[in-house]
């Protein structure tokens, strides 16, 4: 199983992103889908996750700016970023819970995407 995001880049403060991670493999479903981000020197912190029905929760810092959302379909999650901040700027990776025909399931990680957010 693979978990590819993309989307990351440079952006002005105040402007938008919109990253994406798909996983593919051979995947009976996915639970909860999430990302998180690793801004230098600092831990790894859950920037927002969402169930397969669509429960979603959100770190304090970025609700009202930050939307999470996936399409089981597709197995994949996405993540709108409005109104950056330069506080944003980290690694961003996503994770999620995947359960597999043989009966068995695994946590996993992409492998992230920077996010710089700079004038």
């Known amino acids: 199983v693979q978990l590819q995001a993309s989307g990351g880049g440079l952006v002005q403060p105040g402007g938008s992103l919109r990253l994406s991670c798909a996983a593919s493999g051979s995947i009976f479903s996915i639970n909860v889908m999430g990302w998180y981000r690793q801004a230098p020197g600092k831990q790894r912190e859950l920037v927002a996750q969402?169930?397969?029905?669509?429960?979603?929760d959100y770190a304090d810092s970025v609700k009202g700016r930050f939307t999470i959302s996936r399409d089981n379909a597709k197995n994949t999650v996405y993540l709108q970023m409005n109104s950056l901040k330069p506080e944003d700027t980290a690694v961003y990776y996503c994770?999620?819970?995947?359960?597999?025909?043989?009966?068995?399931?695994?946590?996993?990680w992409g492998q992230g995407t920077l996010v710089t957010v700079s004038s």
């Open positions: 969402i169930t397969r029905g669509g429960s979603t």
């Open positions: 994770n999620a819970d995947i359960a597999y025909y043989s009966g068995s399931y695994t946590n996993n």
